[in-house]
């Protein structure tokens, strides 16, 4: 086959050539057999996504809509800073809506990349090789995301490097016992650790690709964000120890992000918010949302760059099975909500719970219980788990449920005060719409780049890992 | 990119030769060859490999690197930094009451010190990695191999450099090929046409972005020593003039200018009809009463709901037993307060002598550093209150004669 003859035009030729990707047919890729040396199989399927000339039609669409929804972030953003975030349906009793909402949907989401790159590295979970790279990049965008909410939702957008400590004229300094406060420095580390775990793991693979690169642009670009990365075994040696201790430092980060954002309604004495279940039942759903995205992703990513010879379906069969864990993790937490609202006596948390689900938003209520425990509940059969179709729909569901979920966290209990008369309900505005949409834009946008120019999946790790690697 | 260092003989002038660079298939066959260099006594060679393999480090002799110490120093100082760092700011150099709780508490700074931890070993991390394999370095000569390419790809390579003082072209020649590498041996020569230094442009264009970025610095230094004529730029003019009036502010629609209203004359709101003197304020005919107005009911469940009004509002300052002694009262003088009074005694002469119509003034209205509780508690629950205080006075001031005779047995 002349697809797999292209694979490598320089074996058998020990002297060495140029280099070439001439004559190489990216188009119809066919997925070669991985014999006795698979380490070039394995670059050529993930490198050959960034050296195309040409990338798939559908990057070109998804990108096109992307970019539709970017231009709405950014016009919300403008009219925000203009008028106000009275443009917003935010107001009285529900004063924290849709930005903290969005806030909590995009930070959980960005709990599975640091996970799979994390835990189940300290795990010894091979499989997350194939995963991780692009569930990182995920994490990362999905917190830049987050970040938006936070900075815009403060009342003057201009200023929100008020919750930084830095020395100022007014002599003031954050209140650092403040949940609000906490959240700034966690959500704040989360970025910063993520982004220089995955840079670190970027390294070895953008060398490859400068040291593939036809063009001078490439390798100069490339080159200079692979800081000169040449492999060296002295080299390597303390990058896999720093590895490592990324990886254990990150745990307990992972962990701590989302119970500091639980924290932020935890810690309030609001019906509905004041419960220690909080931060274990956040995390599980946090990391229940980000293995759905991740697979919302990946499942089409494998599917129009050829990478499935990589990210194999057992790998998505695999993450199937934590969501089906944490979303059971999160149903019993549900259940465990009305259990203590019954047995804590409290009548006003009894009333929220019961208003919750047979009250003006049953509505989210129930949308949140059947997109989040209902549905995923589907993985316990093999060929749902195993059917990308299934798969696909599923884990669309669940992230529609944990954007209800938060939705119905602080909604529901901002709406019923203990006042009967400040009883509310919220109505969104089209800002509100307009301003998450964009978010989506920025999220699609920013992931649809890096598939293009970044490699999606950590060769260095994959091909360590690879049986050949080792001897067998 | 030159194409002299593809041949492998003959050898050219040594000070030009960086070192001998072999190349092989499978890590096994690298490791094979590590443990021969080893073995023969070299100290500056290296082997690169496209994923790092499994054993190379014993056969190299690569000891175990320091940087977890670095690690584990940079998370002490960012955890010990970001304790002092809270601890400065909100005990010493700001200090901001939140509900009396202390100024710094461990539990309250728990999270933020966690944090700043993480982020301070992982920086450190990923930096002292860098730093450590000397990182970045943009140029090298096995830059020039063609062949090198392709170690991020699927070779394996060892170079050893012509500084190692056991080098000699021949014999580390020889000793490279019995490791039977994959083609011959390259000579690796020393990289005289490119070099670390970086390009004159991007020096310019980094210059003339260092000096742009100056200038809003020295715009706002320069704005905040000169005055100007022009009146302030409102940029979001909806938030600086809002469509609303504020307490006490004048508002020329009006006749009277005032932006707050009165009530229309001669009404009254509902539930504000106040046409008992006695039970509203206290007084009869404009002095005050010595007897409970009648809608208060003397009885038990009055005075239960006194004495919970009472261990409401009353025993912060007061105490449960009318001393003056509360909470509050304890606080403040931990605290040292200078300026501090003491809540009155409700237990002395004065205040069991003074009239329920004046206590109920006082309760209503306030008095001395006493705010008013007119809003806060009700006209039924105020009077509720006094008859509780009666009879708080009556018995901390009792004798065991007033006790019932039956009763008196247990006190003794």
Known sequence: MAAVGNLDPWQGDPAGQERSNEGRDYRSWQEPPLGDNPFAHITDAVIRVVETPKPPRAWYIALGVSLCWLVSLVVSLSYLVWKGIGIWGTMHPVAWAWPIVNFVFWVGIGHAGTLISAILFLLRQT??????????????????????????HIGRPWLPYWLLPIPNQMEMWPQFRSPLDWDVFAVGTYFTVSLCFWFMGLIPDIATIRDR???????????????????????????????????????????SVHSVVSFDFATSQLPGWHTTIFPPYFVAGAIFSG??????????????????????????????????????????SYAMEFFIAWYGASPYEQFTFINRAFGPYAWAYWTMVSCNVI?????????VRTNLAAMMVICVLVNVGMWFERFVIISTSLARDFLPSSWGYFVPTIWDFSTFLGTFG??????????????????????????????? | MSDSSETSTPIPEPEQVHGLLAEYSTPQQLIAAARRIRDAGYSRWDSYSPFPVHGIDPAMGIRPTVLPWIVFAAGLTGGTGALALQWWT????????????????????????????????????????????????LAHPLDRSRRFARVTDDRFFVLVQASDPK?????????LQATSPRGPIEVVMEDTKSSNVIPRGIVYALLVLATAAIVPFA?????????SEQTRLDIVPDMDFQQKFKAQRENTFFADKRAMRLPVEGTVAVGELRDDDHFYTGKVDGTFAKTFPSQIEISDATMELGRKRFGTYCTPCHGVDGSGQGMVHQRARSLMQGTWVQPADLRQDKDIYRSVGELFDNISRGVRNMPAYERQIDTQDRWAIILYLRALQRSQSAHLEDVPQAERGALK
């Not at chain 1, 697979?295 to 050829?306: D, K």
């Not at chain 2, 966690?114 to 991390?125: K, N, Q, R, Y």
């Open chain 1, 127 to 152: 499989w997350r090789t194939a995963i991780n790279r692009a569930a990182e990049a995920m994490t990362i965008f999905a917190v830049i995301c987050a970040l938006v909410f936070p900075a815009i």
């Open chain 1, 291 to 332: 293995f759905a995205m991740v697979n919302t992703l990946l499942i089409p990513a494998r599917e129009f760059f050829g990478l499935k010879i990589v990210i194999e379906l057992r790998h998505l069969e695999m993450m199937n099975k934590v969501i089906l864990a944490t979303g059971t993790m999160v149903g019993y």
């Open chain 1, 213 to 255: 690169a036809e063009s001078r642009t490439r390798r100069f670009v490339y080159g200079l964000l692979a800081l000169g990365w040449r492999g060296s075994a002295r080299q390597w040696h303390r990058y896999e120890r720093a590895y490592l201790m990324l990886a254990s430092l990150s745990t307990p980060l992972v962990l």
């Open chain 2, 167 to 175: 080098f000699d072209a021949k014999d580390t020649a020889g000793l």
């Open chain 2, 90 to 137: 909100s005990s010493v150099d700001y200090r901001w009451i939140v509900s009396g709780k202390p100024f710094f508490s461990i539990p309250a700074n728990i999270p933020i010190t966690f944090e700043l931890t993480v982020l301070s070993a992982s920086l450190t991390c990923l930096l002292g990695m860098l730093l450590m394999n000397k990182l970045p370095m």
């Open chain 2, 219 to 227: 715009l706002s230094a320069l704005a905040r020593v000169s005055t």
């Open chain 1, 442 to 472: 920025l999220f699609f946008t920013l992931f649809l780049l890096f598939c293009r120019y970044l490699p999606m999946v950590a060769t260095a790790e994959v091909k360590a890992i690879h049986p050949v690697a080792h001897g067998h």
């Open chain 1, 375 to 383: 549905f995923p509940q589907l993985f316990w059969f093999k060929k």
